[in-house]
C-alpha cells in the first residue's frame, strides 16, 4: 500500500453496509473502528466489484478510512446533524497512525491526504471538487487549506506515541 486518503462519509454516526463497501476501515461517533468489506490489499490491483472504492482515480494502492459523520453539511455555520465529534477525530488519527506504521507509509502530503486534498491534486479524476475534509468540527480554527497539515501532525504524534 502506498498511501491513505482520509474522508467522511456525509452519512450518520454509524456505518451502513453500503459505506462499508466503498471505505476500508470507519469510525463511528464514539471511536470505535469498523471494517469495511474489503481488506487494503484488494485495493492493490482494482478489480471491479473487488475493492473499495473510496477515491475516484486514486483507489490503487490506497487505503481509505473515513470518519461516519457529517449529513448535511454546507459549511462551518451549517454542519448538519452529524459532525464529526472530537473522539472519532482523533480515534481515526490513531487508526492512521497505526496502519502507516503497519505498512510502512511515511507521513507526507503525497501519502496521506484527504480527499479534498487528491481532488485537488487530480483535477481530472472524479475526485475533484470533493469537500472531505474541508473542516473539522472539533478544531473549528482550522483553515480548508490547512486541515491537511493539521491531520498529518496529529497522525505524526500518534506514530511517535504508539
Same mark, same amino acid.
Given at each position: 500500500m502506498k498511501r491513505i486518503i482520509i474522508h467522511w462519509t456525509a452519512g450518520g454516526y454509524y456505518p451502513t453496509d453500503y459505506e462499508k463497501e466503498h471505505y476500508h476501515f470507519l469510525v463511528d461517533e464514539?471511536? /470505535?473502528?469498523? /471494517?469495511?468489506? =474489503? &481488506?487494503?490489499e484488494d485495493n492493490e490491483i482494482c478489480k471491479v466489484g473487488k475493492y473499495a472504492a473510496h477515491t475516484g482515480g486514486g483507489n490503487t494502492g490506497s487505503?481509505?478510512? $473515513? +470518519?461516519? $459523520? +457529517? $449529513?448535511? =453539511? &454546507?459549511?462551518?455555520?451549517?454542519?448538519? /446533524?452529524?459532525?464529526?465529534? &472530537?473522539?472519532? =477525530?482523533?480515534?481515526? +488519527?490513531?487508526?492512521? $497512525?497505526?496502519l502507516a506504521d503497519r505498512y510502512n507509509i511515511s507521513v507526507t502530503p503525497q501519502t496521506i491526504l484527504t480527499h479534498y486534498e487528491f481532488g485537488k491534486k487530480n483535477p481530472q479524476t472524479t475526485s475533484a471538487g470533493k469537500i472531505d475534509i474541508i473542516f473539522i468540527p472539533p478544531y473549528p480554527w482550522v483553515s480548508q487549506d490547512e486541515a491537511g497539515s493539521f491531520i498529518r501532525s496529529k497522525i505524526k504524534w500518534y506514530k511517535q506515541n504508539l
Open positions: 464514539d471511536g /470505535n473502528i469498523h /471494517n469495511g468489506k =474489503f &481488506k487494503p487505503i481509505g478510512v $473515513a +470518519m461516519c $459523520a +457529517m $449529513a448535511g =453539511f &454546507k459549511n462551518k455555520n451549517v454542519q448538519g /446533524n452529524y459532525p464529526i465529534q &472530537k473522539t472519532q =477525530f482523533e480515534a481515526s +488519527m490513531k487508526l492512521c $497512525a497505526e
